[in-house]
């Protein structure tokens, strides 16, 4: 059975500082790892997601990576900003299934 | 295009009484799914449609949930007879295909008293 589990549960940083959120999974048989930003009281916002084969993916300030043999993803913000602060959730979907398990996530705050 | 809309957005019921959430996914999007998540958990998988059938619904709690897709497009999740520990975040999320990026609805809070 998959198990995510995503450290730190909470991260406070200053603005401008650059920042790593971890995800590690226990099932490595995994088809790809999602990452998502979820706003208090909102929905789930899909911001990078990582195929099996590839090692990373990069959208503006995010860059994510996974290392399927360690079992470990990760989250890197760039230069980060009080817009970013929000909680960040890892999902892996095991292979030959369709569904996603989440980790509990990492709040982020950044201060101005 | 219309991203993943859930209705309604906010439920408090009494206990015993009876809910349905809906979700309309992204048009085309075959597959849908349902989560949920409860104070303190991480969000889990409840079921799993592609178009009106159901591919996976192993992780429904109970037959108090039943959950409905009729002509493979919006899909309800009705609760009878609602219990507290039912209460959560209900998340709904569609994709195009299995094993795609699944894109995620609002969620509707639901509050049990």
């Known amino acids: 059975k998959q198990e995510v589990t995503q450290i730190p549960a909470a991260l406070s940083v200053p603005e401008g500082e650059n920042l790593v959120l971890n995800c590690s999974f226990t099932d490595s048989a995994i088809y790809n790892l999602q990452w998502f930003r979820q706003d208090p009281g909102k929905g789930l916002t899909s911001l990078l997601l990582i195929q099996s084969s590839q090692r990373e993916q990069t959208s503006g300030r995010l860059n994510a990576s996974l290392d399927k043999s360690s079992g470990r993803s990760t989250l890197y913000i760039a230069a980060s900003q009080p817009g970013d602060s929000a909680t960040y959730l890892c999902a892996a979907m095991n292979s030959g299934y369709s569904t996603l398990t989440f980790g509990k996530g990492t709040m982020l705050l950044v201060s101005p | 295009e219309a991203g993943v809309t859930q209705f309604p957005s906010h439920s408090v019921i009494e206990k015993g009484q009876t809910v349905t959430l809906r979700c309309d996914p992204i048009?085309?999007?075959?597959?849908l799914y349902w989560y949920r998540r409860v104070m303190g958990k991480e969000i889990k998988f409840l079921l799993h449609?592609?178009?009106?059938?159901?591919?996976?619904e192993s992780g429904m709690p109970n037959n108090r949930f039943l959950a409905e897709r009729t002509g493979g497009t919006y899909s309800t999740l009705k609760v009878q007879p609602a219990e507290l520990e039912d209460s959560g975040v209900y998340f709904c999320?569609?994709?195009?295909?299995?094993?795609?990026?699944?894109?995620f609805g609002q969620g509707t809070r639901l509050t049990v008293v």
């Open positions: 449609f592609v178009k009106e059938s159901k591919q996976d």
């Open positions: 999320a569609s994709s195009g295909h299995m094993n795609t990026e699944a894109f």
């Open positions: 048009s085309g999007h075959d597959n």
